[in-house]
Structures are given as structure tokens and as C-alpha cells.
């Protein structure tokens, strides 16, 4: 169960604390007694490079990815081996993959709200949130 989107930097306590209980009722309910309903958000599958771009695929996304409250995703990154290489990239949801632009530099690796309180607005028609993620990109 992914809540990071309910959370207030400053207060560990999230205000939201119905809809906490309705997400792990969620997820409670498709564990334990396999209802159709999904028991988290949607959770990435791999990530590979396509001419121009690297696609993100994900798993377990009920109708398809959008970006609320924006035009794009926010919060994923490009890096290579080194931390200070990591560098936001432009994001477009489409179905149940997002494709990042590839801006040349050398990147081994794509990660998603890689900080202490990220601004996320990736969510599915579930309607629930994409969790933190880094995973390798490859061929």
C-alpha cells in the first residue's frame, strides 16, 4: 500500500487517515479474500532504452497512467553511476508505460520520487499513486 502521496513533509502522521484506511482496506480485501480490486498502485516492471527514449513499463495499473494536477509526470530521474549524474527528465504517461526523453548523457538507471518529501502526481484510474522506484535500464 503506497500513501506517500498523503503525507505532510513536516508531520510523519498523515491528516488524510480515511483515505489510509480505505487504501490497506483495499488492499486487505484483494490479499486475503482476492477481490478485483487492486491492492496497491501501480509498480514498475523494467525500464529500456527506445531510439530518443527509455520506457518505463508497470504492473498491476488499473485503466491506464496520468498525471494529476499537470501536463507530465513529475519526479523521475535519469543517473548514471554517480549520484550527482541523476537529472530530472520530462515524462509522458501513455497506457501503462511512461516514456522519459533521453537527453544523451549517459544513464544506467531511472528512479521515481527518489526524495525525503517528492512531489508525485503519477497516479492509475484506481485511483492510486506509483511508488518510489530506482531500476536499471536495459537493452
Partial sequence: M???DLGDRLDIHPANKQEV?????????AIAYGTDLPPS???IVSARR????IILTFRGVKGG???????????????????????????VADGATVRLA????????VRYAWADAPVV???????L??????VPIGR
Fill in 2 to 4: 503506497i500513501a506517500i
Fill in 21 to 29: 484506511g480505505r487504501r490497506l482496506t483495499q488492499a486487505a480485501l
Fill in 41 to 43: 498502485g501501480p509498480e
Fill in 50 to 53: 527506445a531510439p530518443g527514449a
Fill in 65 to 91: 497512467l496520468h498525471a494529476w494536477s499537470g501536463a507530465h509526470p513529475l519526479g523521475f530521474e535519469l543517473c548514471d553511476a554517480a549520484q550527482q549524474s541523476c537529472r530530472y527528465a520530462e515524462a
Fill in 102 to 109: 533521453d537527453d544523451g548523457r549517459p544513464a544506467t538507471r
Fill in 121 to 127: 502526481n503519477l497516479y492509475d484510474d484506481a485511483p
Fill in 129 to 134: 499513486p506509483a511508488g518510489p522506484f530506482e
